[in-house]
């Protein structure tokens, strides 16, 4: 039998009464311990995190400067016909030299934690061996800077930017020694930042750089690798996640916190009833037993080796036990449902396609239901009993136009950050361990294969002129952080 097919979002779009009130933000409102604002809307637990997030290869820009060398995606998107347009990552946002205008952005939404990716070309040119202490002195400016301005750094070790020298050596992650080289990559930015970074984050989303990457190859290298080989490149770039987290902690100052960003497949029950939660538990173990099980569980299910037969991946007791090392919170990327159905045949569970009238946002692949955001907690919590969790990233592609009057009216992400921000605050309501919300993005950004065709930032980004224009849905997400409620 060939590998478990994941269904990735891609795949798929194609497819188819207060007491003592107490201040809580710098503008000096009002809310109230017992979780309701003010205004009478129901408030954000006192310290729920307020975040935004972005990505190294996405934003920085400056490709050929102070030493960095080539990623796989700068390789990728050199191809013709891989990206939109043509778009590469050379310029991007030219955050690489704007970064402090991009921390007062941060400020102005004033949010107290910034989620960034660092560049692994930029630090090891080669993946390994020499270290660029030019690239390093970007992430301690930006670090600095963010801290000057009363922001946590919250850091991505690998967001999919690979060095194109550890894929021309060794295949990329299809090679164990690219995971042990992203540990020692990772140990050092722990080493060098764990003075003034407190969360890290060693991998961004798996099934985006492994099954799009090496599988369909949508993504950055652009590989279609048979079904065995993509098993044991899954297992690595566990491996190397497993490894990392044990790196880290050995190098890190102590107290830092390490966790995921992880998009595995939402299971939305497709009826509160139940049967049908009970079959969206056990369809979130399955539809995600690659990655987000084998890491929480330490094992691969029985389902996912039997489905890969002889294409199953190797592996040995002690390296599911590194890949399951202990993690201190979990964080999801929440974009797009997986409804589940209730089924007494198989599994006793099934997916239940979309409509083709189903409501979509700007990309193919992200279809709307808020309830993403209330599932995605609850599950963490009541399959693997985890007790921190953070949504690491939300957000949503909008046509985005400036209007007449110079406005960004993206009234569309304006309801979809409202409607998915009440279900995280149904979550926070009912007890499930939510802890914070990073929205993706702070800026329109180079979006991988889309190039910048497809918008998902709070701030318009005229790529001309590097403007950066504040739309509708940053004023809503200011609003939303002033009042630690939904607006
Ligand atoms: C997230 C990624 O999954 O989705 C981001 O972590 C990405 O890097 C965002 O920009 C939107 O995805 P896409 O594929 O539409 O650019």
Redesign the pocket.
Known sequence: MSSLKLRTRRDFGKAIGTAALAPWAAGGAMASPAGTAATGVPSFPANFLWGCAT?AY?IEGAAHEDGRKPSVWDTYARTPGKVAGGDTGDVANDHYHRYKEDVALLKSLGVRAYRYSVSWPRVFPEGRGPVNDKGVAFYDRLTDELLAAGIDPWVTLF?WDLPQALEDRWGGWQSRETAKAFADYAAFVARRLSDRVRHFFPI??FV?FIDQGYGTGIKAPGKQIPAGALNQTRHNALLAHGWAVEAIRAAARPGVQIGLAE?PQICVPVIETPAHIEAARQAMRELNAPFLTAILEGRYTTAYLSAAGRHAPRFTPEEMKAIASPLDFVGL?V?TPTHIRADRSGAGFAVVPLPSSYPRMA?EWLFLDPAVAYWAPRHLAEIWKVKDVYIT?NGC?SDDRIAADGCVYDTDRVMYLRTHLASARRATEEGWPLRGYFH??LMDNF??T?GYG?R?GLYYVDFRTQRRIPKLSAELFREVVRRNAVA
Do not use: L, P
């Open positions: 990505a996405q967001h961004n989303e985006c998009n990327n974009y990309s990233e592609s993706w993005s979006e991988w889309d497809k998902f």
